[in-house]
């Protein structure tokens, strides 16, 4: 359902990728751009409870890691640079949403378990995606899971900004807990997924 909704999306980019790149704009740049943004966005408006302006900065920008890549294959540029580079800003951003989300009730959200809650959601998607890099890096594949970054990232926004905007705190208790279960269980399916294959190949 994401990636249809990621193709759709990336028809309509597609212009915007068009005109960045007639004006010169590298897909580098856009990458920068829309990981400062994330970042701003997310450790500005979250800790401050403005979460669903917070999410709508944030969203904009989100977009540019879409654009950044159709510049790079429109441009030929695509390399094992701007693919290192998109993901490691990648990781950078989802820390900040959540971050911000930690901040919140760290401050004036005051709610140590949240925060708490929170922190295994930043710490548990930097785990699965660290486990696929590592699988990676030793020939084998560690794709996959309950909870992949695209999930995690469109369920905190959307009930985040929800949370916002109708004044329902609820929404986020309930998607922080949902997620950071999520992510330990598709961490651990990670490390099974690399075990069976080490254990294949042996």
Same mark, same amino acid.
Request: glycine share 12%; aromatic share 8%; hydrophobic share 55%.
């Given at each position: 359902m994401l990636e249809r909704f990621r193709e759709t999306w990336a028809k309509i980019m597609t212009p915007i990728a068009d005109l960045l790149l007639r004006l010169g704009v590298s897909p580098d740049a856009v990458t920068f751009v829309?990981?400062?943004? +994330?970042?701003?966005? *997310? /450790?500005? #408006? #979250?800790?401050?409870?403005e979460f669903f302006?917070? !999410? /709508? +900065? !944030?969203?904009? #920008?989100? #977009? &540019?890691?879409?654009?950044?890549? @159709?510049?790079?294959r429109k441009?030929?540029? &695509? &390399?094992a640079w701007g693919a290192f580079l998109d993901s490691t800003l990648d990781r950078i951003g989802d820390a900040a949403v959540f971050g911000g989300? +930690?901040?919140?009730?760290?401050?004036?959200?005051d709610d140590p378990v949240l925060m708490v809650v929170a922190l295994c959601c930043l710490v548990g998607g930097q785990l699965t &995606?660290? *486990?696929?890099?590592?699988?990676?890096?030793?020939?084998?594949?560690?794709?996959?899971?309950?909870?992949?970054?695209s999930d995690r990232l469109v369920a905190v926004l959307v009930m985040t900004g929800l949370s916002g905007l109708f004044? /329902?705190?609820?929404?986020?208790? @309930?998607? /922080?807990?949902?997620l950071a279960v999520a992510s330990a269980i598709t961490v651990v399916q990670r490390i099974l997924m690399v075990r069976r294959q080490s254990l294949a190949g042996a």
């Amino acid at each position: 359902m994401l990636e249809r909704f990621r193709e759709t999306w990336a028809k309509i980019m597609t212009p915007i990728a068009d005109l960045l790149l007639r004006l010169g704009v590298s897909p580098d740049a856009v990458t920068f751009v829309g990981t400062i943004g +994330v970042s701003a966005g *997310a /450790l500005w #408006f #979250f800790p401050r409870g403005e979460f669903f302006v917070g !999410v /709508l +900065v !944030v969203t904009l #920008f989100v #977009f &540019s890691d879409m654009v950044d890549g @159709i510049m790079a294959r429109k441009s030929g540029r &695509s &390399s094992a640079w701007g693919a290192f580079l998109d993901s490691t800003l990648d990781r950078i951003g989802d820390a900040a949403v959540f971050g911000g989300i +930690v901040l919140w009730y760290g401050g004036e959200g005051d709610d140590p378990v949240l925060m708490v809650v929170a922190l295994c959601c930043l710490v548990g998607g930097q785990l699965t &995606s660290y *486990a696929r890099a590592r699988a990676e890096a030793l020939g084998m594949e560690a794709k996959g899971g309950i909870a992949e970054r695209s999930d995690r990232l469109v369920a905190v926004l959307v009930m985040t900004g929800l949370s916002g905007l109708f004044d /329902l705190p609820i929404l986020m208790t @309930i998607v /922080l807990w949902v997620l950071a279960v999520a992510s330990a269980i598709t961490v651990v399916q990670r490390i099974l997924m690399v075990r069976r294959q080490s254990l294949a190949g042996a």
